[in-house]
C-alpha cells in the first residue's frame, strides 16, 4: 500500500517526523476551536499489603466512598476533569448515574436508558456528561442542572462513545460499522463511510482534525474529520488478523497503539499509515491454539513508555523508540484496563480478580494494592490530579479510592 500524502493543516510535521527515535518528554498539542473539525465559524487510606497466605477471611475494603445505587453489573465510570468532583456510572441495570465523589451523594439520576448503560464520559470542560447504552440511545446532560440537553438513537448497537478534547463534539461507533459525529447541543452531525463491519474501538487524536477507528476485521482507518474522508485504510497484510480491541494515540500525536485479538499491539505513524513495530504482546504459551486478546493499550505522559494489557493477565511496558520490552507484571486474572497516573511513571490495572494495583513502570514492582469489591473489577478511572480511583464492578457498585503515590 503506497502511504497518502498528508498535508492536514494544524499538524506540525517538524516535531513529528522522528518520534519512535526521539526521547523527548513532554510533547504539547496546540489546542483548537469548537468546531475545527466541523468547519464552521464557532466550534487516604491505609496501605493494603495483600500478605500471601494469609489464614484469616476477614474482608478487606480500602475505600473511602461506595456507591450502591445499581442494581447490576457496573460497567462504566468517568470522573468529570475540570474539578475531579462528580462521578458517572453507568450499569446492566439499564441505569445511569451521575454523583459526587466526595460522599457518594447523588447529583442526579439520567433517566430515559432503554438497555444497559456502557459508555459514561465528561466533556473536556466538565459542562456536559453522556451516557449512551447498547440499544443506541446516547444523552447528554447538564452537569449543573441535571437536565438532558440532547439525544440521539444510532439505530444501531452502541460499541464506544468519546468526546473532542477541546470541544464539544462527540464521536461514536455501531455495531453496524457506521461512525457518528455530533457537535453539542446543537446536534449538527456528521457521518463517515460505512465500513461494512463493526466499528470495535474508536478515539479523537490529540490534533483535533482526525479520528482513529479500529473495525472487526482488523482494520484500521484514519479519518479527516472536517472532509469526512480516510487519510488512510491499513487493510494490507500489516493489519490485525482479529478484533481491533482498544486504542491509544501518544501525546506527539504520530504515533498509535492498536491492540486485537490476534494477541499483536501495532505501533502505527498516524500520518502516513506504515506500521513502526508489531509487538507479540498476549503472551501466548507456545504452541497455544487461541493467543489471548489484547485488552488495553496506553503511553504514558512521563516516560517513553507504551503498557499493553493482555487477556493472559499479563501486563507489559515497551520502550516507545526501540520497541523493545522492558517488564511483564503478572496479574492472577485478565487484565481489564490500565490507566496512567497523571504526573508520576505508576500505572494502575484493574483485574478480574476484584482487585486494583498500582505498578512502578520503570522497576515493574507492585507498589500498592486496593481491595473492596467481591468479584471483577471492570472499569476503572483516574482524577487529573491523581489522588482518586473510581471503579467499577460486577457486584453491582463503584467505589472511590484514596491514592498516595510514594516519593520518588
Same mark, same amino acid.
Given at each position: 500500500?503506497?502511504?497518502?500524502?498528508?498535508?492536514?493543516?494544524?499538524?506540525?510535521?517538524?516535531?513529528?517526523?522522528?518520534?519512535?527515535?526521539?526521547?523527548?518528554?513532554?510533547?504539547?498539542?496546540?489546542?483548537?476551536?469548537?468546531?475545527?473539525?466541523?468547519?464552521?465559524?464557532?466550534?487516604?487510606?491505609?496501605?493494603?499489603?495483600?500478605?500471601?497466605?494469609?489464614?484469616?477471611?476477614?474482608?478487606? !475494603?480500602?475505600?473511602?466512598?461506595?456507591?450502591?445505587?445499581?442494581?447490576?453489573?457496573?460497567?462504566?465510570?468517568?470522573?468529570?476533569?475540570?474539578?475531579?468532583?462528580?462521578?458517572?456510572?453507568?450499569?446492566?441495570?439499564?441505569?445511569?448515574?451521575?454523583?459526587?465523589?466526595? !460522599?457518594?451523594?447523588l447529583a442526579f439520576e439520567c433517566k430515559g436508558h432503554k438497555d444497559s448503560v456502557t459508555c459514561t464520559a465528561f466533556s473536556h470542560d466538565s459542562k456536559f456528561v453522556c451516557t449512551g447504552d447498547m440499544s443506541g440511545v446516547i444523552k447528554v446532560w447538564d452537569t449543573q442542572s441535571g437536565q438532558e440537553v440532547w439525544n440521539f438513537e444510532t439505530g444501531g448497537d452502541l460499541e464506544w462513545l468519546e468526546w473532542h478534547q477541546l470541544a464539544h463534539v462527540l464521536l461514536a461507533g455501531t455495531a453496524d460499522g457506521d461512525v457518528w459525529m455530533w457537535?453539542?447541543?446543537?446536534?449538527?452531525?456528521?457521518?463517515?463511510?460505512?465500513?461494512?463491519?463493526?466499528?470495535?474501538?474508536?478515539?479523537?487524536?490529540?490534533?483535533?482534525?482526525?479520528?482513529?477507528?479500529?473495525?472487526?476485521?482488523?482494520?484500521?482507518?484514519?479519518?479527516?474529520?472536517?472532509?469526512?474522508?480516510?487519510?488512510?485504510?491499513?487493510?494490507?497484510?500489516?493489519?490485525?488478523?482479529?478484533?481491533?480491541?482498544?486504542?491509544?494515540?501518544?501525546?506527539?500525536?504520530?504515533?498509535?497503539?492498536?491492540?486485537?485479538?490476534?494477541?499483536?499491539?501495532?505501533?502505527?505513524?498516524?500520518?502516513?499509515?506504515?506500521?513502526?513495530?508489531?509487538?507479540?504482546?498476549?503472551?501466548?504459551?507456545?504452541?497455544?491454539?487461541?493467543?489471548?486478546?489484547?485488552?488495553?493499550?496506553?503511553?504514558?505522559?512521563?516516560?517513553?513508555?507504551?503498557?499493553?494489557?493482555?487477556?493472559?493477565?499479563?501486563?507489559?511496558?515497551?520502550?516507545?523508540?526501540?520497541?523493545?520490552?522492558?517488564?511483564?507484571?503478572?496479574?492472577?486474572?485478565?487484565?481489564?484496563?490500565?490507566?496512567?497516573?497523571?504526573?508520576?511513571?505508576?500505572?494502575?490495572?484493574?483485574?478480574?480478580?476484584?482487585?486494583?494495583?498500582?505498578?512502578?513502570?520503570?522497576?515493574?514492582?507492585?507498589?500498592?494494592?486496593?481491595?473492596?469489591?467481591?468479584?471483577?473489577?471492570? !472499569?476503572?478511572?483516574?482524577?487529573?490530579?491523581?489522588?482518586?480511583?473510581?471503579?467499577?464492578?460486577?457486584?453491582?457498585?463503584?467505589?472511590?479510592?484514596?491514592?498516595?503515590?510514594?516519593?520518588?
Amino acid at each position: 500500500m503506497d502511504p497518502p500524502d498528508n498535508e492536514d493543516e494544524g499538524v506540525g510535521d517538524e516535531e513529528l517526523v522522528e518520534v519512535v527515535d526521539a526521547e523527548d518528554e513532554g510533547f504539547e498539542d496546540d489546542g483548537g476551536e469548537d468546531d475545527l473539525a466541523f468547519g464552521m465559524e464557532e466550534i487516604d487510606i491505609a496501605d493494603n499489603d495483600s500478605g500471601e497466605g494469609d489464614a484469616d477471611v476477614e474482608i478487606v !475494603d480500602n475505600s473511602v466512598v461506595t456507591f450502591a445505587k445499581h442494581t447490576a453489573s457496573v460497567f462504566s465510570v468517568s470522573i468529570d476533569p475540570e474539578n475531579s468532583s462528580l462521578v458517572a456510572s453507568g450499569g446492566e441495570d439499564d441505569k445511569a448515574y451521575v454523583w459526587k465523589i466526595a !460522599d457518594g451523594e447523588l447529583a442526579f439520576e439520567c433517566k430515559g436508558h432503554k438497555d444497559s448503560v456502557t459508555c459514561t464520559a465528561f466533556s473536556h470542560d466538565s459542562k456536559f456528561v453522556c451516557t449512551g447504552d447498547m440499544s443506541g440511545v446516547i444523552k447528554v446532560w447538564d452537569t449543573q442542572s441535571g437536565q438532558e440537553v440532547w439525544n440521539f438513537e444510532t439505530g444501531g448497537d452502541l460499541e464506544w462513545l468519546e468526546w473532542h478534547q477541546l470541544a464539544h463534539v462527540l464521536l461514536a461507533g455501531t455495531a453496524d460499522g457506521d461512525v457518528w459525529m455530533w457537535k453539542i447541543p446543537s446536534g449538527d452531525t456528521k457521518t463517515f463511510q460505512n465500513h461494512g463491519c463493526r466499528t470495535s474501538c474508536g478515539l479523537f487524536m490529540n490534533d483535533g482534525t482526525r479520528a482513529s477507528v479500529g473495525y472487526a476485521d482488523g482494520t484500521i482507518k484514519v479519518w479527516d474529520l472536517k472532509k469526512g474522508t480516510p487519510i488512510f485504510h491499513l487493510s494490507d497484510s500489516t493489519c490485525h488478523k482479529g478484533t481491533v480491541t482498544c486504542m491509544a494515540a501518544h501525546n506527539c500525536d504520530v504515533l498509535l497503539a492498536t491492540g486485537a485479538e490476534d494477541s499483536f499491539c501495532k505501533l502505527i505513524n498516524s500520518n502516513t499509515g506504515k506500521v513502526l513495530a508489531t509487538l507479540n504482546a498476549g503472551f501466548p504459551e507456545p504452541q497455544e491454539e487461541n493467543p489471548p486478546s489484547i485488552e488495553a493499550v496506553s503511553f504514558s505522559n512521563t516516560l517513553p513508555l507504551l503498557a499493553t494489557g493482555s487477556l493472559s493477565g499479563v501486563m507489559a511496558f515497551w520502550d516507545v523508540p526501540t520497541h523493545r520490552l522492558r517488564q511483564q507484571c503478572k496479574h492472577p486474572a485478565t487484565v481489564v484496563s490500565l490507566k496512567w497516573d497523571p504526573t508520576n511513571p505508576v500505572i494502575y490495572s484493574c483485574c478480574l480478580d476484584g482487585i486494583v494495583r498500582m505498578w512502578d513502570s520503570r522497576s515493574g514492582s507492585c507498589e500498592r494494592e486496593w481491595q473492596g469489591h467481591n468479584t471483577e473489577v471492570l !472499569d476503572l478511572a483516574v482524577s487529573r490530579d491523581g489522588n482518586k480511583l473510581v471503579t467499577g464492578s460486577g457486584d453491582s457498585t463503584a467505589k472511590v479510592f484514596n491514592v498516595q503515590v510514594p516519593a520518588r
